[in-house]
């Protein structure tokens, strides 16, 4: 027989899911978009996440009968990461038990333009000679002969022919170092981005940057929703190594985090995502790692060491990020240790 779902409202909220019995609370309160205060990674230690059960209170676990006092036992207080839903119920949640209520996020931003004149992403507007009978010269090559020798993915040389000759071989090269990441219709020289990130344990800032003026056009902030697993590097860990799709829940929550902010930025600025070409991100080396997918394992116990130590350079798409589709991330080097590229 089909278990029925009850429901769970979260007071001053006013939000209610619906969830099965046995459900953490902690888990109840993150369907309804509530993040809550967990410092110690959900392992009971800091009595952080305090709620109060108004009825059908499931009995108090050992736990928290070493955290709560018996007068707040009996008023219904449960710790949010150990007790249960145990039957149709409303939540109040403090205000101190909420995440967002114990920080502060400080962005600030930079007035002076950057040094742009050893970018890597850069454009050039081009008019090409047409192919006659006395030229025969190959697209690729036609293109190379002003932009100079570069590589460039099948897949844009399958779009190339069809670009060239549908706009009278005049276009935009994008280049990124000496590779060949688009050509587009018109020219959009004006019109080339870049996004930085500081991948932080408790806060994601990131930054548009226009790469003609190097001036930032916008800044946005927000928690690393990685906070609701813990908010310390250590709990992360412990939460990769023990729970078999631990690693990839929190690589995709500060992905996804990540791509909302970008979308933002892009809003801030009135640009299409699809203008900017380049991300960089800098972090401590855990979260760096866990951003990149890549085991953090090692980080838990004595000698500290990472799985790479070098800057990485990749696509755009092969890290997951909402930008030009051939666009590149650079990811910062670490020192060592728990010493990243921030």
Excluded at 62 to 85: H, P
Excluded at 107 to 125: F, I
Aim: glycine share 10%; hydrophobic share 40%.
């Amino acid at each position: 027989m089909r278990e029925v779902e009850v429901p769970v409202c979260f007071e001053p909220q006013g939000r209610t899911v619906y969830v099965l019995k046995r459900t953490k609370i902690v888990e109840a309160a993150s369907n309804a978009g509530i993040t809550l205060n967990m410092p110690c990674g959900g392992q009971g230690a800091c009595g952080k996440c305090r709620v109060r059960v108004t009825q059908n209170a499931c009995p108090p676990t050992d736990v928290e009968k070493e955290q709560l006092s018996a007068e707040e036992i009996e008023n219904g207080v449960r710790l949010a990461c150990q007790s249960c839903v145990c039957g149709p119920v409303t939540i109040e949640v403090p205000e101190t038990s909420v995440m967002a209520s114990t920080f502060q996020i400080l962005g600030g931003s930079k007035t002076e333009a950057v040094d742009v004149t050893d970018v890597a992403v850069r454009k050039r507007y081009v008019e090409l000679p047409m192919p006659s009978r006395e030229d025969e010269t190959p697209d690729l090559d036609r293109l190379q002969q002003v932009v100079g020798e570069c590589m460039v993915s099948l897949a844009l040389l399958r779009e190339l022919p069809g670009r060239l000759r549908a706009w009278d071989f005049k276009g935009t090269a994008v280049m990124a170092d000496h590779c060949l990441i688009d050509f587009e219709r018109g020219n959009t020289e004006p019109e080339c981005y870049a996004v930085a990130f500081d991948i932080g344990t408790t806060t994601l800032v990131g930054v548009l940057l226009d790469l003609t003026s190097g001036r930032e056009r916008a800044s946005v902030s927000r928690m690393n929703p990685q906070t609701s697993i813990g908010d310390d590097v250590l709990s992360r860990i412990l939460f990769a190594a023990e729970n078999e799709r631990g690693l990839w829940e929190l690589r995709g929550s500060v992905i996804d985090a990540i791509n909302e902010m970008i979308g933002e930025l892009a809003r801030q600025a009135s640009i299409p995502r699809e203008r900017i070409y380049e991300a960089s991100f800098a972090g401590n080396t855990t979260m760096q790692l866990l951003m990149e997918g890549i085991d953090p394992s090692a980080l838990g116990g004595v000698p500290f060491s990472p799985a790479t130590g070098g800057a990485l350079l990749m696509s755009a798409a092969e890290l997951g990020m909402q930008l030009h589709p051939r666009g590149r991330v650079y990811i910062f080097p670490v020192i060592g240790g728990f010493v990243g590229g921030d």
